[in-house]
């Protein structure tokens, strides 16, 4: 869908009058008001918009929209979308849906959305844990993660989600957090000009059942020291005195001082290489391999046809080929009863 830089809207527009019902402090809250912010200013009428979900505290989002949506049922918003872009393949199509929605019962419908590169926004919210029904631990959760669900401590090797998109063939992939809006908007507009499947990460903080999840990398004093923005064509420098910078050894990472010269050794980040290396390496940072930054920003975007491209141009030679007489003319029936059929007495 085409962007434009004119907008009639404001974010009010798009503030239902439903009474939010998260928890006070939630970080969905900051989501919603990012998500609110930026779509008023791509320039889409209102009545474009949509926004489907499935079952999590996440879930509840479309509710909170001022435009079409549909909460669907657990797992199952990927499936409800791609039918509703394949069939209005002029609407805006954004899924909201969280780590156990998305990534346990979901995750099949998650692979192969994003290899299909499906034309919508897929937004998850990564908690760590479900938090709709009370605190078990979800596919994120850390090892030896204590739940209501785990007491003993989990078993389970978590799932890293943008390492799933990229290995999914994701043209879009990026990682931010709630804690940092500014950010998460500018990832969103980034987001909503891509034409193809655009997969965010959100971390989200739970209070409630799961609090500070993210604080190794978000809290004031160490945040600075302990993640890196990206950015296209610049160098991956970070530390509260931008003294630290990553460079690759082979396929690994390294930190580095990045003064004295070692600038020249710093990686720079390319977010459009075809190759989907750099990106899995930088997905994997500071979440697969401890003692490194956690990278937030854009990991890839890279422009391939969408799935409702091939979709609608098979639909034309079909149709072609049909009308010129390379297919005969058949009724419903007939279609039925073609082929390997039989009756069943």
């Known amino acids: ?53 499935g079952i999590g505290c996440s879930s509840r989002f479309p509710h909170y ?7 669907t049922i657990h797992g199952r918003a990927l499936t409800v979308a791609t039918g509703v872009k394949s069939i209005n393949p002029d609407l805006s199509v954004w899924v909201i849906t969280g780590d156990g929605d998305g990534l346990s019962i979901g995750g099949n419908h998650l692979i192969h959305a994003i290899r299909r590169n499906q034309d919508f926004k897929i937004l998850l919210f990564n ?26 401590g989990s078993i389970d090797n978590p799932i890293n989600p943008a390492s799933v998109a990229i290995a999914s063939g994701a043209t879009f992939v990026a990682r931010t957090v ?9 990832v969103l507009k980034k987001a909503a000009a891509h034409k193809g499947t655009a997969f965010i990460e959100i971390y989200q903080n739970c209070l409630v059942f799961n609090d500070n999840a993210f604080e190794g990398f ?3 004093d160490v945040k600075d020291d302990h993640s890196v923005y990206i950015e296209h064509g610049k160098p991956l420098i970070f530390g509260k005195n931008h ?22 050794e710093t990686l720079v980040h390319n977010e459009h290489a075809d190759d989907r290396g750099l990106a899995y390496v ?44 390379g297919l005969p003319q058949q009724t419903l029936e007939q279609i039925l009863n073609a082929g390997d059929t039989w009756m069943v007495k």
Request: hydrophobic residues 35%; contains cysteine.
């Open 282 to 325: 930088l997905g994997q940072m500071g979440v697969e391999n401890e003692g490194l930054p956690v990278a937030f920003g854009v990991l890839r975007q890279i422009e391939q046809p969408t799935y409702q491209e091939r979709l609608f141009e098979q639909e034309k030679l079909a149709k072609e080929k049909s009308l010129s007489g």
């Open 1 to 53: 869908m085409a962007i434009s830089n004119q907008s009639q809207y404001t974010k009010a527009d798009f503030e239902s009058a439903n009474d939010i019902r998260w928890c006070p402090g939630c970080g969905d809250y900051a989501i919603l008001s990012a998500v609110q912010g930026v779509v008023p200013a791509l320039g889409i009428p209102k009545e474009k918009f949509v926004f489907i979900s």
């Open 243 to 264: 003294d630290k910078a990553i460079k690759l050894n082979g396929f690994h990472p390294e930190v580095i001082n990045a003064a004295n010269g070692n600038i020249k």
């Open 127 to 152: 908690n760590r844990i479900y938090g709709l029904t009370k605190g078990q631990y979800s596919p994120t959760s850390e090892l030896g993660k204590k739940t209501k669900s785990t007491p003993y």
């Open 218 to 220: 978000t809290k004031k």
């Open 65 to 71: 929209m001022s435009c079409y949506g549909f909460h």
């Open 178 to 186: 709630d804690k940092n809006v500014k950010h998460m908007m500018e």
